[in-house]
């Protein structure tokens, strides 16, 4: 069963160091900023283990923990406590929360992933068969839809995204969600195929009423400036800065 793992760290960089350590195995990654983002993510998704950081703005690591032992639905999951001082008082305090399970930054990717194994059990996706073929390039980070492209768009993908992407939207619309990034931060290629491909995802999103943001590399966002089709679409180089402004 795939595991839901919430990370809440105001750092972008501690993130992805969480998000890039868990990528090979079967878990789907939640993110939140502070505690308050991360307490509404945990209320919605009710994550198997939560990654908590306990300097954080807006509502701190030990406020959010408060705030899970107050809930009967939310209390019971594990939690791993990350901390920048590895001193004997700040590590007690920790304990005195009744959290056993922390780590001092900065951490490894492979030491996370041994202390997550000796509190929940987590499979390695590899040799497991993709029961959705949609995602290869579709995913969910919490409310988000992200679709993300490969780095040469040929006819072949534009029809196989094309094929999924009426699904996607009619999931979004069903469930009630509304945000949806178009990731074309591994395109190296414009093409005719890009661009067509580019613009009937966002036609298609507008017509679901999904609200779209398109993320790519500075070079590309230039190069899709010089055709008419895409001249005038907001090309934004930072994902995490547009998940913040949803």
């Known amino acids: ?19 890039k350590a868990f990528k090979p195995y079967d878990c789907e990654l939640y993110e939140a ?7 509404e993510v945990a ?8 990654i908590l950081d306990i300097t954080m703005p807006v509502m701190t690591g030990v406020e959010m923990l408060e705030k899970l032992m107050e809930n009967p639905d939310l209390k019971g999951i594990p939690v791993i406590m ?6 004997k008082d700040n590590v007690m305090q920790i304990v005195k929360m009744g959290v056993k399970n922390y780590m001092v930054k900065p951490f490894k ?11 929940v059990d987590i499979k390695p996706l590899e040799g497991k068969p993709s029961t959705d073929p949609s995602s290869k390039y579709f995913l969910m980070d919490g409310d988000i839809c992200i679709l993300s492209l490969p780095s040469k768009i040929t006819r072949p993908v534009s029809v196989e995204v094309e094929t999924y992407l009426g699904a996607q939207l009619k999931k979004l619309n069903t469930e009630g969600l509304n945000k949806f990034i178009l990731d074309l931060s591994s395109v190296s290629e414009t093409n005719m195929n890009l661009i067509k491909l580019v613009v009937t995802v966002i036609e ?15 070079g590309l966002a230039a190069e899709l400036k010089e ?19 949803f």
Do not use: C, W, Y
């Open 109 to 119: 990717g492979e030491q996370l992933i041994e202390r997550t194994q000796k509190i």
């Open 204 to 218: 298609k999103s507008q017509n679901a009423k999904v609200h779209t943001r398109v993320v790519g590399q500075d």
């Open 1 to 19: 069963m795939t595991l839901k793992i919430l990370t809440v760290d105001d750092s972008k960089t501690i993130r992805m160091i969480v998000k």
């Open 43 to 50: 209320g919605r998704e009710k994550p198997d283990l939560i």
């Open 227 to 245: 055709f008419a089709e895409t001249s005038d679409i907001p090309i934004h180089s930072d994902i995490e800065a547009v998940k913040a402004k």
């Open 33 to 39: 900023e502070n505690g308050q983002q991360g307490l």
């Open 82 to 87: 990350l901390t920048a001082e590895s001193g």
